[in-house]
Structure formats: C-alpha cells, structure tokens
C-alpha cells in the first residue's frame, strides 16, 4: 500500500512562489508515475502536470506551462512541485497521486491508483 503526503502548502501573494512536496511510504516509488491535481472549490479536480517514474518525462496542464515545474528525487521517495508567478486562479486544493501504468501524461483521476490527502495553496492579488 502506498501512502503518500503533501506539504509545503499555505498563503502567498500573486506573482510569488510556492513549493509543494510529495513524500511516500510503502511500495516501490520508481514503479509509478506522479500526478499533481488540484480542486478549487465548486470545481472538478483537474490536472496540473505528471511526471516519469525517473524523472525524465513531464506534461502539464495548459494553464500552468511555464510557471510550474515537477520533479522528483527517487532516493528520498518524493516528487516536487514548483509553483512560480501564481496567480489567484491557481488558488485550490493540491493533490499528488500514483500511477502504477507509469504514463505520466494520464489526465483522468481515475488512472490513479493513490492519493495524498491534499494542501491548500491560496494565493491572493
């Protein structure tokens, strides 16, 4: 069983940044893919961006490209997420997840096997 955990969350004005962290427990990291998600109230989770199990493959979501970087240090079992220049919009809940079928560019929820319990970023302008 996988058990993962998000930190780093909290309050920061716009065009600042934040880093989130993902760490995990149990299982084998480097046989899953990573996700990061995020949910804004009144909103579907969507997808932020993913990663390769080892680190050499990234997607992102349109509205983050080029702000938001993903990585992940398989030795310490963790995937990061770099947030820069936020904005308001980018004001939700976080979530990483894993996908044991490895493809990072998985965008539905459902291809995720497990989930961290999430950390509230809210940026204001």
């Known amino acids: 069983q996988v058990h993962l955990v998000e930190s780093g969350g909290g309050s920061v004005q716009a065009g600042g940044s934040v880093r989130l962290s993902c760490a995990r427990s149990?299982?084998?990291?480097?046989?899953?893919?990573m996700g990061w998600f995020r949910q804004a109230p009144g909103k579907e989770r969507e997808f932020v961006g993913g990663i390769s199990w080892n680190g050499d493959n990234t997607d992102y979501a349109d509205s983050v490209k080029g702000r938001f970087t993903i990585s992940r240090d398989n030795a310490k079992n963790t995937v990061y997420l770099q947030m820069n220049s936020l904005k308001s919009e980018d004001t939700a809940v976080y979530y990483c997840a894993a996908n044991r079928r490895l493809n990072w560019r998985d965008r539905d929820t459902r291809d995720y096997d497990y989930w961290g319990q999430g950390t509230q970023v809210t940026v204001s302008s």
């Open positions: 149990g299982g084998t990291f480097n046989h899953y893919s």
